[in-house]
């Protein structure tokens, strides 16, 4: 599934934009119905963003901003909203990790998505080199460049 609100996903999926013509167009076929190929000046219709964008750039339509950009999404308060929710789902599954019981996991991980599931996977991996290292695995060790000493300088 597309990233909806990414531009270049919009690109790549042919994303449609609403546009109006401004002048009339022949040869542009956008209506099987239609037997000329032209399209009438304010005719209404949905096109491909790239064909919209260049029809745009030379003055033939006027494109309107896509339903999924409306004021909803620009909306300043929503950035700091996603930032909570985000962090508290961040730190849901960090606990989930690092506490919940293996019964449990199958029916936890079908809800997460696959950044999550990253997540989740690297806190239970952390949580298990923990455990191995303090029931006694390899320690910290000194790097032997710091065993030896410096001449002074002037010797």
């Not at 996903?9 to 994303?15: F, G, K, P």
């Not at 999924?68 to 930032?83: Q, V």
């Not at 019981?101 to 690297?122: N, R, V």
Request: net charge positive; aromatic share 10%; proline share 5%.
């Amino acid at each position: 599934m597309a990233q909806y609100y990414d531009i270049d996903d919009i690109l790549a999926d042919e994303e449609l934009v609403p546009a109006v013509f401004l002048e009339a167009i022949n040869g542009v076929g956008l209506f099987e119905s239609n037997d000329t190929n032209r399209v009438e000046p304010r005719s209404k219709v949905e096109l491909p963003f790239w064909l919209a964008r260049e029809l745009h750039l030379r003055q033939a339509a006027s494109v309107s901003i896509p339903p999924c950009f409306n004021k909803k999404i620009g909306d300043k308060t929503i950035g700091s909203l996603l930032l909570v929710a985000f962090q508290t789902r961040y730190k849901e599954v960090l606990i989930k990790a690092h506490t919940a019981a293996s019964a449990l996991t199958p029916k936890f991980l079908s809800l997460l998505t696959k950044e999550e599931t990253k997540l989740y996977d690297a806190a239970k991996s952390s949580t298990a080199a923990f455990k191995t290292w303090r029931m006694g695995g390899p320690r910290f060790q000194k790097a032997s460049v710091l065993g030896r000493k410096r001449k002074p300088i002037g010797e």
